[in-house]
Nanobody
Framework: QGQLIESGGGLEPAGGSLRLSCVAS????????MGWFRQAPGKERDFVAAITQNGGSTFYADSVKGRFTISRDNAENTVYLQMNNLAPEDTATYYC?????????????????WGQGTEVTVSS
């Protein structure tokens, strides 16, 4: 079956940095494109970033371009999200997931195996 486990969230002041990790357990997802999404309280879950199977291509939401970097270590079955220059509007629960459907990379319905999420709070 397999599951994803996110970690690395926390409380940071504006301008700070965090690195989120997403570890696959129970099976490997190395053959899949992986994505990060985030959901702020009372809002929809939005696309943040995605990375192809071998890490050759990455995709970002406009709101995080130049500040966030997605990467993966297939030997460790782990996907990372390095977040720099954090802003209060980055406050959300961050989720990783597996891209399993041939529809838009930016839609939540294209993904499965959602993790439980890790909370990020950025203070102003």
């Amino acid at each position: 079956q397999g599951q994803l486990i996110e970690s690395g969230g926390g409380l940071e002041p504006a301008g700070g940095s965090l690195r989120l990790s997403c570890v696959a357990s129970g099976r490997s997802f190395n053959a899949y494109t992986m994505g990060w999404f985030r959901q702020a309280p009372g809002k929809e879950r939005d696309f943040v970033a995605a990375i192809t199977q071998n890490g050759g291509s990455t995709f970002y939401a406009d709101s995080v371009k130049g500040r966030f970097t997605i990467s993966r270590d297939n030997a460790e079955n782990t996907v990372y999200l390095q977040m720099n220059n954090l802003a209060p509007e980055d406050t959300a629960t961050y989720y990783c997931a597996v891209y399993v459907r041939s529809s838009s990379l930016y839609y939540t319905r294209s993904y499965s195996y959602w993790g439980q999420g890790t909370e990020v709070t950025v203070s102003s």
